[in-house]
């Protein structure tokens, strides 16, 4: 059973860092990539990792800021973010998918979490 299970979300102030981590299970992907989904909006995108972890695509808003990464041995893919703002508030949800390039489209990931919950005060 193919199963993503996030972790590292919690309750911080503008400027702070969180690290999310998303533990992978019944298979190994080829990109993984982090969404996030804010109260009212629509899922959008916020970084992808191809399987070597040398490709990576951010979204425009978080570039500088946050680092996707992967731990091959592990089967685990990280979201190092720094410099929080209020606006990144959020669920941010883990990703799996076939395609090797990562990219922003959700239809190229096959398989969910259930999301960890982001909330960064002023």
């Known amino acids: 059973q193919v199963k993503l299970v996030e972790s590292g979300g919690g309750l911080v102030q503008a400027g702070d860092s969180l690290r999310l981590s998303c533990a992978a299970s019944?298979?190994?992907?080829?990109?993984m990539g982090w969404f996030r989904q804010a109260p009212g909006k629509a899922r959008e995108f916020v970084a992808a990792?191809?399987?070597?972890?040398?490709?990576?695509m951010y979204a425009a808003f978080v570039k500088g800021r946050f680092t996707i990464s992967r731990e091959y041995a592990r089967n685990t893919q990280l979201l190092q973010m720094n410099s929080l703002k209020p606006e990144d508030t959020g669920t941010y949800y883990c990703?799996?998918?076939?395609?090797?390039?990562?990219?922003?489209?959700?239809?190229?990931?096959?398989?969910w979490g259930q999301g960890t919950q982001v909330t960064v005060t002023a």
């Open positions: 990703a799996g998918g076939s395609i090797a390039d990562p990219g922003a489209d959700q239809s190229r990931y096959t398989d």
């Open positions: 019944g298979r190994t992907f080829n990109t």
């Open positions: 990792v191809n399987l070597s972890g040398r490709q990576t």
